[in-house]
């Protein structure tokens, strides 16, 4: 089976730092993604990771653990642009359907 | 410019009238599919086609069909639309199953009374 858990909701001020977790049980994994949403719009790609470790790209970062079901994403210095959905989505290993997403993380930055 | 359109964007249509939602990637992607999207459940997987004449099921595909006819354009047939398939619909490519991103159409924002 499979299920992915994401917090509903988080909130932050510009500037700061923020991190969103995400865990996943899969039959098979094969690559995680981020993708951010803005509200009513088309989620766009943020980051994949396939091996354990940490990925950076600018002030985004994405984390994986495979062994403990774990990902994290970082947004640092936080704009009030940040402010929207944040969806992890997890590739199985099987053909099939490609991406199975959580519920996303909405976040509100704050000035 | 690379996209993946879709159309309509609005649509507003009554239970049993029958609809298509086209999707076209200018990209040459071989995979493709349809997402649909409600509050509170996430994004789900409708259909998929891995490439020309070959699609499959996803999570939710009851109510709907597809086709594959040519490589660009995967449209998302509803037969007989009822109002729980009021939500919203996002088209993707990817240049296959197994690379790392899916590109998202702008989305289809459809209403069944």
């Known amino acids: 089976g499979q299920n992915i858990d994401q917090p509903t909701e988080m909130t932050a001020t510009e500037g700061a730092i923020v991190q969103i977790n995400c865990t996943y049980q899969?039959?098979?994994?094969?690559?995680l993604f981020w993708y951010q949403q803005h509200a009513g719009e088309a989620p766009t790609f943020l980051s994949y990771?396939?091996?354990?470790g940490l990925e950076e790209k600018g002030r985004f970062s994405s984390f994986l653990s495979r062994s403990k079901g774990y990902s994290y994403l970082l947004l640092k210095e936080l704009q009030m642009k940040d402010s929207a959905s944040y969806l992890c989505a997890v590739r199985e290993e099987v053909a099939g359907t490609a991406l199975i997403f959580g519920k996303g993380t909405t976040l509100s930055v704050s000035s | 410019e690379a996209q993946v359109t879709q159309n309509p964007r609005y649509l507003i249509t009554v239970t049993g009238k029958k609809l298509t939602v086209t999707c076209s990637q200018n990209m040459n992607h071989e995979y493709m599919s349809w997402y649909r999207q409600d509050p509170g459940l996430g994004l789900r997987q409708i259909y998929y086609s891995m490439n020309v004449e070959v699609t499959d099921k996803g999570d939710v595909p009851e109510g709907y069909k597809v086709s594959r006819k040519e490589k660009r354009n995967f449209p998302l047939i509803l037969e007989s639309p009822s109002p729980n398939q009021t939500s919203l619909y996002f088209c993707?490519?990817?240049?296959?199953?197994?690379?790392?991103?899916?590109?998202f159409g702008p989305g289809t924002r459809l209403t069944v009374l």
């Open positions: 990771n396939v091996l354990d």
């Open positions: 993707a490519s990817s240049l296959s199953l197994h690379t790392d991103t899916q590109y």
């Open positions: 899969t039959s098979g994994f094969n690559g």
